[in-house]
C-alpha cells in the first residue's frame, strides 16, 4: 500500500514528502493531508494524486474508459490484495491473460492507473513464479 503510493508519485513527477500510514488489520494505506481529514484507501489515494499531477488521462478521458478503469482498480484491491492461495493467483492471472487477449492494456489501447496498480500489486508475484 503506502509503498506502492510513494512509487506512485515518483512515477507521476510528484515531489513526494506525503506522510502515509496504514490502518486495520487489512493494513488499508492512509495519506495524512495538512489542509482536512485523511484519505483512506489505495484507490482513493491513487486518484488524488494522480489529479494532484494534473495527469487525469490516466483515470481515463471518456466515461466507457473510466468504468472500465474504476473495474480494474476494484478488481486490484478486491481479488489481487485478497488473493494469496495459490488458486487465488492461478484465477488473477487467467482473468488477466483473457482479459489482455484482444487489448494491449486493461482499459484497451491507452495507459491506464489501473495497469500501474496492477504492476505493482502483481509484482511480487511474478517474480516468485519459477
Known amino acids: 500500500g503506502a509503498e506502492e503510493l510513494e512509487l506512485l508519485e515518483r512515477l507521476l513527477g510528484l515531489p513526494g514528502g506525503n506522510k502515509y500510514g496504514v490502518q486495520g488489520e487489512r493494513k488499508v494505506p492512509v495519506l495524512q ?8 484507501g489505495l484507490m482513493t489515494i491513487a486518484a488524488h494524486l494522480v489529479r494532484q499531477a494534473r495527469k487525469d488521462q490516466l483515470l481515463g478521458s471518456t466515461a466507457e474508459e473510466k468504468a472500465v478503469v474504476q473495474q480494474w ?3 486490484r484491491v478486491t481479488r489481487v490484495n485478497g488473493g494469496s492461495s495459490k488458486e487465488d493467483i492461478r484465477t488473477i492471472l487467467k482473468d488477466l491473460n483473457m482479459h489482455l487477449e484482444d487489448k494491449v492494456y486493461l482499459a484497451g489501447n491507452i ?3 489501473a495497469d500501474i496498480l496492477m504492476y505493482y ?3 511480487h508475484i511474478m517474480v516468485s513464479i519459477t
Open 33 to 40: 493531508t495538512n489542509n482536512g481529514p485523511g484519505l483512506t
Open 111 to 113: 495507459f491506464t492507473l
Open 73 to 75: 482498480l476494484e478488481y
Open 121 to 123: 500489486g502483481l509484482h
